[in-house]
DNA sequence: CGCGATTTTGATCAATGTCAAAGGTGGTGG
DNA sequence: CCACCACCTTTGACATTGATCAAAATCGCG
């Protein structure tokens, strides 16, 4: 019940404050002066209940999103009808996009849970972009950051067999989940998707998903519940999703779990 | 014989000419004097002979490039030591990178063929996007078009069976080389890939390639040979692949194929 | 001519998809 | 509170795609 929800309306002064922590956000790199400054060029806050859309395949949204709060997925519809998940987006993540106004996105942006969102309409985020060319910087940045984990997505579905594929997509979820928000001790986290949309991102069936999340259970490596995750080997887990330890997380839980430093 | 390798030293006020026609091209959204603009920036022109690199994963280039001639590959190698092949990048276009001077790349970059690049250095790109802001939006766009390959691959190679993921590649590849280049009229145009190359591409093994090879073949549907590729069935080949015809060089050759116009 | 890389072919095997069906779960309306 | 419904999870039997292994044939090239 609105684990990850949204209870109540945002506060508008908060919402950008939320965006300048983790790697993975616009306003990271920026000084707080320079966060007031983006804020102002934010045409709006959006608020999408769980099941909705930010935008769907061939719109002309117009506009770029930062997600505040809450889970989405970026995915495409095949021509037979087949759906992928393409990424998903977190809190404090800006969504990929075509900035060319009038041009239709060849994905749909739908919410996992209640989601709130900044809004910049096109022609404010061309003009923050003039004003402010150190931002276009950032913002290429961050491009290339998605861009990068397609890449790594296309090798996973690619090469890995169904348990590495498994692994590695929840892995990553709970990197980009520690990424911005503190740990909270346990290797466990929230995540709000069913066996059909795990199906549905790594190229598998949804039944081979089952079967591979029951084997994962029975071998004390991790457990996908309801909607949480909870890891109980996470060495372990890294190593069969062929991740290396060192590059992740390596201060707040590999090590810890593992022990085994590089030293 | 260098078909499409460099027989001699590139023409330095040429280069950035080449870049200035295609959908895909830094330069193409720009006025003539805009590209003098940006090549005063360029800091050099690089060649490299088929087979050697641009850069290795784990260089750290803090340099971008834009493709002159040749074609060349991204690709990671992955723990077990599998090559995937990520994305190919054609003359006219750019390549992407991590803007962040002293980070890692992800991923290498080879030639597979006599190749030449326009080297912006990190310091020199950073300068022209502060002192060319519309530059910035430009550049964000072709990020976003590589980030949109990038997902194509991977519903490619997630969810298309063999067959119709080797002719949704080759139909890409066709599409890309006649975005820029004139057409010339027959459905056939050069493609410097091993079916090795496009196993890791596609992620299938090379015998499996091999077989799907043939069965096009015998199928009268496309040939690939030596480095070229016949297109036998330009209509049958869009209907396999996967891809919607009108959005498909609609003037140059698949209405004229087809016959089957939008009225 | 000889060598390495590439293409080709065949036989066999394993991973994963498909089909069918039974439980669970939560929400909704009566 | 119950009945019902949609969706999700689970399980089993079977089919199929594509991987693997092995080995020839071919090609480009020095």
Redesign the interface.
Known sequence: MGRAGLVKPIDPGKTCLTCTSGEGSLCAPLSEQEVRTIRAYRSDVRTVPAGGHLYRQSDKPGALFSIVDGWVM?Y?V???G?R?I?DFALPGEFI?????TGVEV??AVQSLTDVAACVFLQGSF?RL???H?????A???L??R???R??????N???RPARARLMHLVLELFYRVNMRLPRTGEDAFFMPLTQRHLADA??LSVEHVNRTVRELRQNGLMEIRNREVVLLDVAGCLKEG?I?PNAYLPNSFSARRTGAGAG
Do not use: K, T, Y
Request: proline share 7%; charged share 20%.
């Open positions: 970026l495409q095949m021509e037979d087949q992928q393409l990929s996009f075509q900035p060319v060849p994905h061309e972009l003039r004003e060319p150190n931002l276009g910087a913002m290429i940045w491009s290339a998605c861009e990068a397609a890449f790594e997505h296309l090798c579905v690619s090469r790594l190229g062929g290396d």
